[in-house]
């Protein structure tokens, strides 16, 4: 199927990967059917959620365990059968990012996953009850977080117990 779209041009797809928001995302609820591009750049982590009705509408996403291992979400039994949810391997989560002007606030909506099924095709943005999560969780923040206590035992003294060298 040949889709056109306003960032990526003309792009061929394959009908079986569209998703179906059966609610639309919150704010574009009249936009149901999506599919997942890959970034042409293979070392990037970023994907596109591309609208297959609306050629000027595609939000940037990732995988948030890419950037935040611990990230922990718990779905609720609406949301499970809602998208049809057998086992737990058909679950794909990522989330919607925010490239501001300012790249480097560049961060991801760790609070309202996109929800993907991938046997069913079926999707929803989830906003989890909790507060562990925010809609603005900062990328590059949260990278030098990761890189100071991979580093923490670097400064150490070389030759001691503490040392990495």
């Given at each position: 199927m040949l889709?056109?779209?306003?960032?990526?041009?003309?792009?061929?797809?394959?009908?079986?990967?569209?998703?179906?928001?059966?609610?639309?995302?919150p704010s574009f609820e009249?936009?149901?059917?999506?599919?997942?591009?890959?970034?042409?750049?293979?070392?990037s982590p970023f994907k596109w959620l591309q609208s297959v009705d609306e050629p000027d509408l595609a939000f940037a996403i990732i995988n948030p365990?890419?950037?935040?291992?611990?990230?922990?979400?718990d779905l609720d039994d609406?949301?499970?059968?809602?998208?049809?949810?057998?086992?737990?391997e058909e679950v794909l989560i990522y989330s919607i990012v925010v490239v501001p002007e300012d790249v480097s606030r560049i961060s991801m909506n760790l609070k309202a996953p996109v929800v993907i099924n991938s046997r069913s095709k079926k999707a929803m943005q989830v906003v989890l009850d909790t507060d562990k999560y925010s809609v603005r969780h900062y990328i590059l923040e949260e990278l030098r977080k990761q890189r100071r206590a991979e580093n923490a035992c670097t400064d150490k003294k070389?030759?001691?117990?503490?040392?990495n060298r």
């Open positions: 889709l056109k779209t306003r960032h990526f041009g003309d792009i061929t797809i394959d009908k079986d990967n569209i998703i179906t928001f059966n609610d639309g995302i009249n936009v149901k059917k999506y599919v997942v591009l890959d970034n042409p750049n293979n070392e365990f890419l950037i935040k291992a611990d990230y922990d979400i609406d949301a499970i059968n809602a998208l049809d949810i057998e086992k737990e070389e030759g001691s117990v503490h040392s």
